[in-house]
């Protein structure tokens, strides 16, 4: 057990959000693991439940405790997170840091394109699209689902390809022989509707972070435009700043795969 120096200017409940925090760290409480409850803390540590309460309501704050109505108050799973600095590719990115990778095509065909496709794509209204619709997961849990959108003509037979061992980017640059130079990508906050709930497997109207991409070759010319949703509460963009300079955001650091 750890002791609360009661003479210490540090507030009591952020030594106690400390000793949790600790302990989330140390592997002590594991994810999904229930901590102890605000009354039980509160008698723990000798303080009021409402001194217990703001030490867990901060942690839940932050991300790493979650409150589960009528059961209890829990570890969260760590976010899965990118980080600006890497260009790697996705898959191989989370198989380097120990992550099992999954990828389910759920739909594919070859199809024409909305105006704001073809805008995106520079292409002529009777210009044919490959659609593809993906869903990724880590460690056996839903991260992401991706439509993207390619030019039939730049990458033909795509569909015949195995998008579940190998990643998009690399069928594009091996097969294909294409070389991709650099890609611009927006993100925003949404919430689910009931078939992206149902695809990402979490609540209807749960929030999600939302991602347009499009990638281009050396030369200019735009070779993927994909939307992609990602469980916002699965996953994390890490931001690097620096003074004097724009910041960046993962996905425009180079071109992680898709």
Known sequence: ???????????????????ILDEIRAGTLKPDQQILSETHLAQLYGVSRLTA??????????GHLTRVHGQGTFVKRPRIETPASSANDFMQDMRNK???????????KITSAASSIRDALNLSPRARVYYLRR???VNNET??????????????????????????YEILQTDYKLAL???QERLEAQVA????AADLHIEKGAAVLFSTRKAVLVGGTPIEFTNCW????????????KIGQSPRIAGDAGMKDR
């Open 230 to 241: 990602y469980r916002g509460d699965r996953y994390a963009f890490e931001v690097a700043l």
């Open 193 to 196: 509707d009931q078939a992206l």
């Open 143 to 168: 991260l992401m689902i991706l439509e993207s959108y390619l030019p039939a003509k730049l990458c033909p037979d795509l569909l015949a390809r195995d998008f579940e061992a190998r990643s998009l």
């Open 181 to 183: 130079d650099q890609a």
């Open 98 to 108: 120990g992550y099992a990778v999954k990828t389910e095509l759920l739909a594919g």
């Open 135 to 137: 869903r990724r997961s």
């Open 53 to 62: 309460r703001s030490a867990v309501t901060q942690l839940v704050n932050e």
């Open 1 to 19: 057990m750890h002791y609360l120096d009661k003479g210490n200017r540090i507030p009591i409940y952020i030594q106690i959000r400390q000793i």
